[in-house]
């Protein structure tokens, strides 16, 4: 049976809707919480048929306040180099892009969170992001973004930030956003984060993610089966 690993920084934040998904696909599903990671299971995530890279409320460039980063940069990055499927979301796609040498930083335009649509480029129009069309509402939930890395192809952008989604050959994806929750999911979201919503209504982010994640559901089910399927 082919292996999927998730690194998970932060536990509320997994793979959530993503994981039943792999499942069906035929892998067998892993976590490595990367705080207290060993060299063992990162050397098992390394090995693995496909890498995911969760998201966290961390910056990439905080490796002196969180040492385990270095390393999960320097597994994105051998991973990326050897051409093994490796998928990034929010912070595993600031991972990634700075695995492939281009800067991570604060975004000038503020935090973004809550559920908006994205542009995608017409790269992103021929890739698997295809399925989710520039109606359907995303949940976005960062304050840093980065620069398209050198041998990347950019496949989304939103209203506030350029780099949403690129594509490093056929293997590697990073997604700037969130499309792997749920509803249910994003109840744990609620409580761990409560320190970045600000001003931001509970309530209503609730209201809105019990009508657009069941909406986003069977469009993330085509954008797995079909980056899956262009792995083989």
Not at 101 to 125: D, F
Request: aromatic residues 8%; glycine residues 10%; hydrophobic residues 45%.
């Amino acid at each position: 049976m082919k292996t999927a690993v998730a690194l998970r920084h932060i536990a509320f934040e997994d793979l959530d809707g993503i994981a039943p998904l792999l499942t069906r696909a035929g892998y067998e599903v892993h976590y490595v919480d990367t705080p207290n990671a060993t060299d063992k299971a990162l050397k098992q995530a390394g090995d693995a048929d496909l890498l995911v890279i969760l998201g966290g409320p961390i910056g990439v460039y905080q490796t002196v306040e969180f040492p385990f980063l270095q390393a999960v940069i320097d597994l994105a990055q051998a991973r990326l180099q050897h051409g093994q499927p490796t998928l990034g979301i929010c912070l595993g796609a600031q991972i990634m892009a700075l695995a492939l040498n281009a800067k991570v930083y604060a975004g000038e335009s503020g935090k973004e969170i809550g559920w908006s649509p994205l542009s995608l480029t017409a790269e992103g129009r021929q890739s698997p992001l295809t399925a989710l069309g520039e109606e359907q509402p995303v949940l976005h939930w960062h304050g840093d973004t980065f620069d398209l890395p050198q041998g990347a192809v950019r496949l989304a952008s939103s209203a506030l930030y350029a780099n949403q989604a690129f594509a490093y050959g056929k293997h590697g994806l990073a997604l700037q956003f969130h499309i792997e929750v749920t509803a249910a999911g994003l109840e744990r979201w609620y409580v761990g984060h409560i320190g970045e919503l600000g001003g931001l209504s509970i309530p209503e982010l609730r209201k809105q993610g019990q009508v657009l994640a069941p909406q986003l559901a069977p469009k993330l089910e085509k954008v797995i089966a079909q980056w899956l399927g262009q792995l083989s």
